[in-house]
């Protein structure tokens, strides 16, 4: 079965530093992977998705996220954090290509502070 | 514009009554999914549907009920055996085939139980 740590709970950063959330998934074949964010009391938005191809994938709202199947690792990325990012994160894993409907398995998320 | 609805955003329920949470897709999905989230637990899946009149279960699918009679509408009823239903729930849809796995999630119905 598919599984995604996520080892950090909350993480604070100052505005206009740098930014890296950790995301590790245990799945036996190359899995599809994503980043999703959430605002409190809200739904929750696509980031950013790998599913082949380059491993340095770019998203919304200048993400990237980096896909290194030796560490089995997919890290969240973004070079200066805005004040707006601050909401929870969260690392989710889908079977490769089946052709049917993915379930996808999350992490327990990231909850990120912005300090001014 | 395209998109997921739930309704209510809000919702309160006694002890032992039954609940039915609305969710609506104009998005021409043919796969929809509800989830139940926790603090500190991240989503969790419930129930799932493929196509139209079929669904499966999820990982937590004991004291809820869902029916898919139409495409773009997958109902999810939390029924008195859920013994702690107070949480955050969330629908999502997706494609189905290859290299369509991207879930889009509409804005949640937080359930209290009084």
């Known amino acids: 079965a598919q599984s995604v740590t996520q080892p950090d709970i909350h993480i604070t950063v100052s505005e206009g530093a740098s930014l890296e959330l950790r995301c590790n998934y245990s799945y036996g074949a190359t899995p599809y992977l994503f980043w999703y964010v959430q605002s409190p009391g809200q739904g929750l938005q696509l980031l950013l998705k790998?599913?082949?191809?380059?491993?340095l994938v770019q998203g919304i709202k200048g993400f990237e996220a980096e896909f290194k199947r030796s560490q089995s690792s997919f890290n969240l990325r973004k070079p200066s954090v805005h004040w707006s990012d601050a909401a929870e994160y969260f690392c989710a894993v889908a079977p490769g290509d089946t052709g049917t409907a993915s379930k996808l398995t999350f992490g327990t998320g990231t909850r990120l502070q912005v300090t001014l | 514009d395209g998109g997921i609805t739930q309704s209510p955003k809000y919702l309160f329920r006694k002890e032992g009554q039954n609940v039915t949470l609305s969710c609506e897709q104009n998005l021409n999905h043919d796969a929809m999914y509800w989830y139940r989230q926790d603090p500190g637990q991240g989503l969790r899946l419930i129930y799932y549907s493929q196509i139209v009149n079929d669904f499966q279960k999820g990982d937590i699918a004991e004291g809820y009920s869902v029916s898919r009679e139409k495409k773009e509408s997958f109902p999810l009823t939390v029924t008195s055996a859920q013994k702690n239903p107070t949480a955050f729930y969330l629908c999502?849809?997706?494609?189905?085939?290859?290299?369509?796995?991207?879930?889009?999630f509409g804005p949640g119905t937080r359930l209290t139980v009084l």
């Open positions: 999502a849809s997706s494609m189905v085939g290859l290299g369509n796995n991207e879930q889009f």
């Open positions: 790998y599913f082949s191809g380059d491993t």
